[in-house]
């Protein structure tokens, strides 16, 4: 089984090593300093707990020197997976499985969905559907990604917490591929139920994702603040009952409510959002695939996100303002 994870960073990169410490065939697509360490001094992986193991990976910036996988693992932000789907081309071959461990809607959230809605396209994860028909939906395997993990410095990957990475075939099946692939993960020693209602858990991430990310972004505010100080847990509250009746229209099932989501996001503590650290250090975030796709599902089920509207205006000026967006 040929794997190769394409996005090599922290993530990525925790993923590659533990697989490679495991013996799978593991290859690695980076990019800049990052990947000059890895290919000279291989990849560094500090977990919660032991001493630093330095792990021996095959790591690139051409994938055309890889050849075709069995999985290609896709971990990079969202915005920037259209740019580089012609650069995957050679990796993908007539069997290639394409794992989508991607934050937010997912571009081929309407794939084997059925009913009236089957094979909607969504242009704001998916603007010209380069995904949709530059990989192919029937090639994509679901993943929801839960670990915590930072690049502490090139070619180190410091792993903070948690190791699931649950998998869904588009139409809920356990398929062997998805099988296949759990095994494997779990022979590294993580987690990788198969689920069949995935799209379940994608918005259960998605439902802190998109309002706590803009919000700490605007105000600077970590976890705990911004989920306890009134007024911002009740614009939080707000997005999140839109979002929820949006999901619940689309047949999604919340296991927990509103409330008991946010007060999770609070037990956090003082953590610094993906959407923030990213503000912070001059690079994109992650706001059409947080945000507005979840404006444009309310569009296509017709249903009101007045809060959404408001606080993705106020975000997306924000980047405009800093010159990345």
């Given at each position: 089984m040929k794997i190769c994870i394409f996005g090599a960073g922290a993530i990525g990169g925790y993923m590659g090593a533990k697989l490679a410490l495991a013996g799978a065939d593991v290859s690695l697509v980076a990019r800049g300093p990052h990947l000059d360490a890895i290919q000279s001094q291989g990849l560094k992986l500090i977990e919660e707990s032991g001493d630093p193991v330095i792990v021996a990976?095959?790591?690139t910036a051409n994938p055309a020197e890889l050849g075709p996988q069995d999985y290609v693992i896709v971990t990079l932000k969202a915005h920037s997976v259209p740019a580089v789907v012609g650069a995957m081309q050679p990796l993908i071959g007539d069997h290639t499985t394409i794992v989508s461990g991607v934050n937010g809607v997912p571009w081929w959230y309407f794939h084997k969905i059925g009913g009236p809605l089957e094979g909607t396209r969504l242009h704001s994860v998916d603007p010209g559907n380069v995904q949709w028909d530059g990989l192919g939906p029937d090639r994509v395997l679901g993943c929801v990604v839960y670990p915590a993990a930072e690049v502490?410095?090139?070619?180190?990957?410091?792993?903070v917490e948690g190791n699931r990475f649950s998998l869904g075939e588009p139409d809920g099946s356990k398929s062997d591929r998805a099988m296949a692939l759990s095994q494997a993960l779990q022979a590294a020693g993580l987690k990788a139920p198969v689920r069949p209602r995935l799209r379940d858990e994608i918005w259960v991430k998605l439902w802190g994702n998109l309002s706590f990310n803009p919000i700490s972004a605007l105000t600077h505010a970590t976890l705990d603040v911004l989920c306890t100080d009134p007024g911002t847990r009740d614009v939080a509250r707000r997005m999140m009952v839109e979002a929820q009746a949006i999901a619940e229209s689309l047949g999604v099932v919340f296991p927990i409510d509103v409330e008991r989501r946010i007060d999770g996001g609070a037990a956090v503590g003082a953590h610094r959002t993906s959407m923030l650290?990213?503000?912070d250090a001059g690079r994109?975030?992650?706001i059409d695939a947080l945000i507005r796709s979840v404006q444009e599902l309310g569009r296509i089920v017709d249903l009101p996100t007045a809060t959404i509207d408001t606080?993705?205006?106020?975000i997306a000026l924000r980047a405009r303002v800093e010159g990345l967006y």
């Open positions: 990976v095959r790591a502490s410095t090139p070619g180190t990957i410091r792993h650290q990213d503000l994109p975030m992650e606080v993705l205006a106020l």
